[in-house]
């Protein structure tokens, strides 16, 4: 499942070039599935996804879990939701998503995404080049 020298994607019109990740996310009950670009986020503990995902994943937005976070811009409120993130045929295990209604940019986070990598995968992130790499530890 290595991801070798990935390049970096614009998203959106007049947006910079980020490292985007092209992922399958999965509600795993109603195994309904959306295909997205997604940007890794270390500095993020969590996922998060805009609140417009969750019904094209068969959530019913506010019937989540209610939480109040601290993002950038402030205090701001987040449903989380259940489900698996799939790269290049690796998926993680059922994880914890926040929902989010003023976020519009799919975020990939430690605690809900990368460390499910830790142990096998090293991130490796090449800004004057646009690209990155996830690789096999050689542990």
Avoid: W
Avoid at 92 to 116: A, W
């Amino acid at each position: 499942m290595p991801i070798r020298n990935y390049p970096f994607s614009v998203i959106r019109p007049g947006d910079i070039p980020r490292h985007y990740l092209p992922v399958t996310v999965l509600n795993p009950d109603t195994n309904k599935q959306i295909n997205l670009y997604a940007l890794i986020d270390t500095g993020a503990d969590e996922c998060a996804f805009p609140a417009s995902f969750a019904p094209l994943l068969g959530h019913n937005l506010q019937s989540g879990h209610l939480k109040k976070i601290s993002t950038g811009n402030g205090i701001t409120i987040a449903y989380s939701h259940t489900v698996r993130i799939v790269i290049e045929g690796f998926s993680t295990q059922d994880v914890l998503v926040d929902f989010m209604p003023n976020l519009y940019v799919p975020l990939l986070g430690v605690r809900s995404f990368l460390s499910n990598f830790i142990s096998n995968f090293i991130l490796k992130i090449d800004y004057p080049n646009k690209i990155f790499s996830l690789l096999l530890s050689n542990k």
